[in-house]
Structure formats: structure tokens, C-alpha cells
């Protein structure tokens, strides 16, 4: 059922109530407690619970608060406020551009550009994906927090979840490096990969010399990539990469360790603004199951015009 529109601020947009889940309580279960209901049927974590019982409202049956020890009859309605209820102390708005892909009352699916950081940092205090989704709500009337799934570096382009409240976060987290979320890229490296497909496992570290290189070394978190080379042109590779974990500049250090660094790497390989102005690499699809509804979603991403070029093509080729 779609949430009715609260009244608007003065001046401000219309504003959608704080995110609820609800629940007709079944015949099934033996322990009807509105507790065991909210962690057994509604999956909510203890800190989530604990969180919903503070805010007044927020754990109701048939449209009454009530406790957690309470046991629900078959038919009542439970609901329990999982979304925020302020957006302060969060990422500051600020105006800027959003491909939206995908969107309902649980997630943001969005098509980030090359050179935009997810978060606010040194050098990029409010120019970043956050302060553009924040200010996206704020314009909506939306009361949510800005809560990425997981990460893109600036110059990745390409497909990033974001969830609207912190259930959503927390099952999507769990889902991650599992076949319940999947994430593929595709990249332009030097050169030709041999074997044309196969698997690195090398293990990643923090270089000692920096602050921001990451390289294979004894030592270092376990990492796995498959990789599959789609395409051969103007002597580099077109790859399919798919991740089993989730280390920081996993691709481009495992690339780069088979001596195929992405075109336009300045870290580990050669930066040429000539050809491409960020590393050669965009997250093309994601596929995941919905943390509320349970459903499978699954949102592609075209390449964009600049790795394109890199191809010789001016089209994403039928097979990505």
C-alpha cells in the first residue's frame, strides 16, 4: 500500500512518512510474540528492534504500540518503523546530477558518472554521489539517510546500490560476495590476458610507500577475480570481471599483476589523458535479491562513450 503524503514543511516539499514494514500475523507460528514475529518473519536485527522500541510508534499492532513480550493474533497487523526519522547528521545536501535506474521505498539503484566520489573527502567536501543523493531526497520530501551498499572508486562509472534505511543496508550487506548480490565490470587493459579466462587469487595489501597503493603480497587479504576477455581491439582487451571479494582496487592490482594494467591507470599503469581520463573500468551490471520483498533485481549499465572510443566502437557490443 502506498504511503499517503504528510503535510509539506513551510515552503519545503511534501514529505514521505518514515519507511514501515508490516506484516499480517499468520497461523503458522507457535511463538507469536511480537519479538519472535520481528526477527523470524521480518528478519530485523536485535539493534533494529531495539532502535524501533525507542521511538514512539514505532512497533504497532492493529495501529496500537505496544511491547515485544505481547503475542499477536492470526490476521493482526503488525508494523514496525524501519526508516528514519531525521536526516540530520548525515551527508550535507548539495545539488547535482543522478541517474536513477531504479528506485522504490528500500533502494536507490544508480548509473554513477567517471570522477565522482561516492563520499565527501578532502578535495571533495560536496561534490560527491552522497551530497547529490542527499539533496535528491531533501527535493522529494524523502526523510532517508545516505546509506551506499558498497563502493566505486571516483573514476569507476557504472551501476552502485543504495539503501533507504538501515534494514535495507544491513540484509543487502549480508548479501555481498555471495551469489545474492553479484556485481560484473567491464575494463579495457593493455595488451591480450593469457589464458583468455581463467581466476586470480592473490592476496592484497597496503603497500608501504603510500597511502592509497594497494599491492599483491604475502600477507595481505585474500582476493579472487574471474576474469574472461570478450574483445581484442587497437591492441588492448575488452574483460568481463566478476569479484568473489570486494578488496580495495582489487581489479586494477590484479590486472596490472598479470602485466595488462587497465588503459588509463595512473596508479598501475600508465596515465594518458590523450586516451582516457580515469582507469578503463565500469561496473556494468548488478544483480542482487531484494532485502524486503525477497525478489530477484537485476539493472545493466551500458558502457559509457569514453571506453567506448578506447574500443573504436561507438555502441555497447550485444554481448555486454
Not at 545516505?146 to 563502493?151: G, M
Not at 575488452?238 to 598479470?258: D, F, K, N, P, W
Not at 595488462?260 to 578503463?280: C, K, Q, V
Not at 532485502?291 to 545493466?300: M, W, Y
Request: net charge positive; glycine share 10%; hydrophobic share 40%.
Amino acid at each position: 500500500m502506498t504511503q499517503p503524503l504528510l503535510p509539506a514543511p513551510a515552503g519545503g516539499a511534501p514529505l514521505w512518512p518514515p519507511r514501515r514494514l508490516t506484516l499480517a500475523v499468520p497461523p503458522a507460528p507457535s511463538d507469536r510474540t511480537v519479538d519472535a514475529l520481528l526477527r523470524r518473519t521480518l528478519h530485523l536485527s536485535g539493534t533494529l528492534i531495539k532502535r524501533a522500541k525507542a521511538v514512539p510508534d514505532g512497533i504497532l499492532l492493529d495501529g496500537v504500540p505496544v511491547s515485544v513480550t505481547r503475542r499477536a493474533g492470526p490476521g493482526q497487523v503488525l508494523s514496525v518503523l524501519v526508516g528514519d526519522t531525521a536526516a540530520e547528521g548525515g551527508v550535507p545536501p548539495a545539488p547535482g546530477p543522478l541517474r536513477i535506474v531504479f528506485e522504490d521505498p528500500d533502494l536507490l539503484i544508480l548509473d554513477k558518472a567517471a570522477g565522482v566520489a561516492v563520499h565527501p573527502g578532502p578535495g571533495h567536501p560536496s561534490d560527491t554521489l552522497g551530497n547529490f543523493v542527499a539533496d535528491y531526497y531533501r527535493r522529494t520530501g524523502q526523510i532517508v539517510r545516505f546509506r551506499p551498499v558498497h563502493r566505486l572508486d571516483r573514476g569507476t562509472s557504472g551501476l552502485i546500490c543504495i539503501a533507504k534505511h538501515a534494514h535495507a543496508q544491513e540484509v543487502l550487506k549480508t548479501q555481498l560476495h555471495t551469489p545474492s548480490f553479484r556485481r560484473v565490470y567491464l575494463a579495457v587493459c593493455e595488451g591480450w590476458p593469457e589464458p583468455p579466462a581463467g581466476v586470480i587469487d592473490a592476496p592484497i595489501g597496503r603497500a608501504e610507500d603510500s597511502a592509497i597503493r594497494r599491492e599483491i603480497r604475502p600477507g595481505g587479504s585474500p582476493a579472487r577475480t574471474h576474469y574472461q576477455v570478450l574483445a581484442v581491439s587497437e591492441g588492448r582487451s575488452l574483460v568481463r570481471l566478476e569479484l568473489e571479494t570486494g578488496r580495495t582496487h582489487q581489479i586494477r592490482v590484479h590486472l596490472a599483476s598479470l602485466g595488462h594494467p587497465l588503459t588509463g591507470d595512473f596508479l598501475y599503469g600508465t596515465e594518458d589523458p590523450s586516451l582516457i581520463a580515469r582507469p578503463a573500468l565500469h561496473a556494468a551490471e548488478l544483480s542482487l535479491t531484494h532485502p524486503v520483498t525477497g525478489v530477484p533485481l537485476s539493472r545493466r549499465s551500458p558502457l559509457p562513450p569514453d571506453i567506448l572510443a578506447l574500443l573504436g566502437q561507438s555502441e555497447s557490443p550485444p554481448h555486454t
